[in-house]
């Protein structure tokens, strides 16, 4: 509750997923537009930077190819700073908020079924923190 916004960090692709069409780039826009149709504001990394907890959206998705499909982890976590109750000044980054999923697709079908998953678990990003600032009950 009480978050500025969000930086996006989507992490880097396997080549055979990039070659099968998948593309950060594409996971990197699709996370953004619905966080900023949202009213959530996307932080570059100067505004990121200057923002009390410095809080990211993660998006994370591994892939392993087998012959003509892959199996597949995605993976979206809210990461801030936090600090031990004991010894505040131990300071770190940590998930705060996470879903993800495991699954199976053939090559053919897998951007549009990462991506899929993907915007999914950003639209229950954007309901939780909607809910949590109060502007959706």
Known sequence: RGLAGV???VETLKEDAEADGL??????????????????????????RDTPGRPWLYVSVNTIKYLASYFFSVDVQLKQDVSLPRDP?????????????IGFVIA???SEKIRGSVGGYV??????????????T
């Not at 990197?28 to 996307?42: C, H, M, N």
């Not at 000044?89 to 999923?101: K, Q, R, Y």
């Open 7 to 9: 930086a996006v960090v």
């Open 89 to 101: 000044s131990l300071l770190t980054s940590s998930a705060t908020w996470e879903v993800g999923s």
């Open 23 to 48: 593309k950060a780039t594409d996971l990197q826009a699709d996370t953004e537009q619905k966080l900023e149709q949202a009213g959530i504001e996307v932080l570059s990394h100067e505004q990121w």
């Open 123 to 136: 639209n229950h990003f954007i309901r939780d923190y909607l809910t949590a600032n109060g502007k959706l």
């Open 108 to 110: 053919p079908d897998l």
